[in-house]
């Protein structure tokens, strides 16, 4: 999607705000049908919320909603990488829009708020790991100035197959 034709949020009906508990099942759902396309993880299936919940940065997880019915139409978390104070402005996100809601800016959206909220938060670097077969995250990615920093081959069998992960970053443009 060209950066310029973005339409604002509010023309679009859409609005982001942080998640919350309430939106548990609708994030999950969402994340269910990212791993059916067997394009968006390792992961087959999505975890209890409470061990979802546990393991994101609690002032960087976002949902994209509806203006008027306020139903989820996609998500955005991160992930501290380690524990060490040393990487504490590291972080590993994760993005995923409802199939139904796909090709609307969204994704967009909820990755440029995660940028925004991680440099105002003292997160230097933001990283992911996508499959070379799902076009439609590295062109999101690109988009939103990450860039391939290498390619992890062979890293994981998935569906009985050996999978090669590109791994992405975005660094902040204030260090």
Known sequence: MDHEAIIPLAERGITIRPMRAADAAQVLAIYQAGLDTGNASFETTTPAWEHFDQGKHPRLRYVATDSETGRVAGWVAASPVSSRPVYAGVVEHSVYVDPAC??????????????????????????????????????????????????????????????????????????
């Open 102 to 175: 796909q090709g609307r800016g969204i994704g967009h959206d909820l990755l440029t708020t995660l940028v925004n909220a991680g440099e105002a938060a003292g997160i230097w670097t933001i990283q992911t790991g996508v499959f070379p077969e799902n076009e439609p995250s590295l062109r999101l990615h690109q988009a939103c100035g990450f860039r391939i920093v290498g390619t992890r081959q062979r890293i994981g069998l998935h569906h009985g197959r050996w999978r090669d992960v590109l791994f992405l970053e975005r660094r902040s443009p204030k260090i």
